[in-house]
Each structure stands twice: as structure tokens, then as C-alpha cells.
């Protein structure tokens, strides 16, 4: 019977192991670990004691320990942003409570159900298997519905860790922080019958899933409606477009005429000389237009450089993406669009005389390369938004980094001496 016990308490302690293995790799996918080898060992050795904490009705001191446990395994174990480390509190820990306490008192109510043991200090070996078995049954199920339930944490928690920016973590944090209070404060010191207890864990269950699911349907909503502006964006510069072949028509036609005044007005010099200028003025319009050798990227710098030229923002642009045609459309305007108004966001913050945008783009070595370069105050490697829709701003970079990405390219931005910098490498693959 001993050797009965020990292979299930091994088989019990495998089967957390697993348990745990998987919602530390949903903690990974949200939050970034410190690197060494030896911290990350650490950490999940930790993570499993912690998150198999036994969670008990009649000790309400073990809330708080599992609270406690929680806050310091973020700040120690992983870095970076804090408020994703709040985030991780505020949701995984009641998790974590509700189901620990269902696990450990579920079991010892079914083993005193079964047995019809009335309970004491000294347990024989016979009982000790039994409860053993019965917690290793109520393991293997919780261990089976976490594996039913990972695809689902993953995909949403990987969709949430992509698109929220800092400030929005904030405003989460704070939305989360009341029904957080209220639910410790429930467990704690307000419920201590098992059966006025059970509903309440199921409750946090299903809400800190719902939380997960609810703000990765905002993030999916906001990507759209993002992707919606972009889409309703690219329209409006083709009928720019169409508008300005229609004007580049009128104004050779106008040309036309006007010369045929001017062969007849050769001895009036000086009108002839404002006439000559106006035509001039007209032209000068559309020098800066730039031919790229694809579509899309022809009407978004046309636009771009219009309003550069509006700000005062000295430009220089040498394009050459006719082999950039595996590219969507859609793409290419997230690329361009987004870092060209982070290039003017940071130019309208210097002097007038200081203002300058410099992109190239082309191919080298099997690889379409395009590079920004623009005037920034010292520090604005990371730019504060000046932009009245603060909240929404952010997606800028993200989202350049994702379509960059999409075609296995990489970007990387830089601050050197008063010029921001962003390089973008795509390969150039068959496939493509």
C-alpha cells in the first residue's frame, strides 16, 4: 500500500508540473522574462509552487500570501513594462485563488463523502492513498481542462500584447483594479460557507477568462477600425488622384493656349514675362511629383509631400520600388503613411530651418531596403504623441513592425545627432 502512495504522489506531482508548465508559458507570451538561463529555471520552479498553492475556506491568511507570491514573482522574475505586470496581478492571481480552492476543497470533500471519515490528526496509510488517489482524479481534470483552455489564453493574450500601447495598459489596469478588490475582498473576509464560496470561484473563473476575451475583442476592433481608416485613406488618395490627372489635363491645356498668346504678344514684354511666371507657379506644383514604379506608393508620397511642403519640411526622396509589387497595398501604406507622419510629428517640433525628411528606397543585395531619416529634438527616439487622439496613437510603430514582419523583413530605429532614423530590410524571395 506504502509503494501504492508513492507512485501516486509522484504521478500527482508530474501532473502539476505540467499543469503549471502551462500557464507559465501564457505568463511568457504576455510578459518578457530576464534572460539568464538560471533565473528562468528559477522562476519556473517557483511559479509551480506558487501557482499549486493550496487555497483553503477556513484560512483566509492564504489569499494574501498568494497575492503577495504574485506581485513578487513579476517584479522578480520578469522585466519591462509594469503595467503589463499589473495586468498579469489583476487577472491571473483570482484565477489562480478560484481554482486552487475548488482543487483542494472539492477533493477533501469527496474523500470524506467516499470514506465517511470523520476527520483527525493521524491518517493511516490506507487513508492517506485514498485522499492521494481522489486529489490525483480532481489533478488529471483540472489538468485536462487548462489543456482545453491554453489554445484560447494563448491566442487572445498574444493578440493583447501586440496591439495595446502604454497607455491603454494603464486604463486597463484601472478598469480591472475594482473588480479585483471586490472579489479578495469576498474571499477574504466575507464568505466562508463552501457552498456560498464555489459559486464565487466559478464567477472569477469565467471573469478572468471573460477579461482575457473581452479586451482581446477590443484590440481585434481597434485593428480593424485602424485598418478601416487606412483602407478609407487609400480612396481618398485615388481620387486625389484622378482629381490631379484631371488638373495636369486643364493645365497643359491651358498651356497651350497661353503659348499661342504669347507668339502673339511679343511686343508687350512685361506681360508677357507675368504671364510666362504664372505658368511657372502652376508647374512648379507638380515637379515634386515622384515616379516609384508602383501605384500605391506614388499616390502616398504625392500626398505626403504636399503637406510636407505645407509645414515648411524640407524633402528629398529617391524611390525606387517597381520590384516591390509582392507587397500589399494595404502594406505599403502602413509602412510609408505611418512613418512619414512620425518623421513630420517630429520635424513640426524643431524650427522651421532645422526641418527635413530624407527617404530612400530601392533594391541591394536581394533586399528592399528603405530608410527614413528626419530632424528630431535629442531624446525623441521614442516620440511622445503631440496628437489630440493621444489614445489611439501608438499603433504608428507597432504596426510597421507587424507589416514588416509579415514578409520576414526587419526595422530597426535609431537616434544619432539630431536625425531619427528607420531602416526597413525585406528579402527579396522567390516565393515573393
Not at 500500500?1 to 508530474?14: K, R
Not at 508620397?301 to 507587397?327: H, N, T, W, Y
Not at 510629428?345 to 528606397?361: G, H, S
Request: proline share 2%; with cysteine.
Amino acid at each position: 500500500m506504502m509503494q501504492i502512495h508513492f507512485v501516486v504522489h509522484i504521478l500527482s506531482i508530474g501532473v502539476n508540473v505540467l499543469y503549471s508548465y502551462l500557464f507559465f508559458r501564457i505568463f511568457l507570451e504576455l510578459l518578457e522574462i530576464r534572460k539568464n538561463i538560471l533565473i528562468k529555471v528559477t522562476a519556473y520552479i517557483a511559479f509551480v509552487f506558487l501557482w499549486t498553492l493550496p487555497i483553503y475556506n477556513y484560512s483566509s491568511i492564504q489569499f494574501v500570501y498568494a497575492l503577495a507570491g504574485m506581485v513578487l514573482f513579476v517584479a522578480v522574475f520578469f522585466r519591462g513594462n509594469w503595467t503589463k505586470k499589473i495586468f498579469a496581478v489583476l487577472v491571473f492571481c483570482p484565477l489562480m485563488v478560484a481554482v486552487n480552492f475548488i482543487t483542494f476543497n472539492l477533493s477533501d470533500s469527496i474523500y470524506y463523502r467516499v470514506t465517511g471519515d470523520p476527520g483527525g490528526l493521524e491518517w493511516s496509510v490506507q487513508e492517506l492513498t485514498a485522499a492521494s488517489l481522489i486529489a490525483l482524479l480532481i489533478d488529471v481534470l483540472r489538468l485536462l481542462l487548462t489543456f482545453a483552455v491554453y489554445p484560447f489564453l494563448k491566442k487572445y493574450i498574444c493578440r493583447i500584447k501586440e496591439v495595446l500601447t502604454a497607455r491603454m495598459w494603464i486604463v486597463l489596469d484601472i478598469l480591472l483594479l475594482v473588480p479585483f478588490a471586490a472579489t479578495f475582498g469576498i474571499l477574504c473576509f466575507t464568505a466562508t460557507d463552501v457552498a456560498v464560496i464555489y459559486p464565487i470561484c466559478i464567477t472569477v473563473i469565467a471573469s478572468s477568462f471573460g477579461y482575457i476575451y473581452l479586451v482581446s475583442y477590443i484590440c481585434r476592433t481597434m485593428e480593424v477600425v485602424h485598418h478601416a481608416k487606412e483602407m478609407e485613406m487609400l480612396q481618398k488618395f485615388y481620387d486625389e488622384r484622378l482629381k490631379e490627372e484631371e488638373r495636369v489635363r486643364a493645365v497643359y491645356h491651358d498651356m497651350k493656349n497661353h503659348l499661342l498668346l504669347l507668339e502673339a504678344r511679343t511686343g508687350h514684354q512685361e506681360e508677357t514675362q507675368e504671364m510666362i511666371q504664372r505658368l511657372q507657379e502652376k508647374v512648379e506644383d507638380y515637379e515634386n511629383y515622384i515616379q516609384t514604379g508602383n501605384a500605391y506608393l506614388d499616390i502616398i508620397l504625392r500626398d505626403k509631400m504636399r503637406l510636407a511642403k505645407e509645414s515648411r519640411i524640407d524633402v528629398q526622396a529617391e524611390v525606387e520600388f517597381s520590384k516591390g509589387k509582392f507587397i500589399d497595398g494595404l502594406d505599403i501604406s502602413t509602412i510609408f503613411g505611418n512613418a512619414w507622419d512620425n518623421a513630420m510629428e517630429a520635424c513640426m517640433k524643431l524650427p522651421e530651418e532645422q526641418r527635413f525628411i530624407t527617404v530612400r528606397a530601392g533594391v541591394r543585395n536581394q533586399f528592399l531596403i528603405v530608410k527614413f531619416e528626419n530632424s528630431a529634438k535629442e531624446g525623441d527616439l521614442e516620440i511622445p504623441t503631440t496628437k489630440a487622439d493621444t489614445f489611439m496613437h501608438g499603433f504608428g510603430k507597432k504596426n510597421i513592425q507587424k507589416a514588416v514582419e509579415k514578409y520576414q523583413g526587419s526595422c530597426q530605429w535609431d537616434y544619432t545627432e539630431g536625425i531619427y532614423s528607420l531602416s526597413i530590410l525585406i528579402p527579396m524571395t522567390e516565393e515573393k
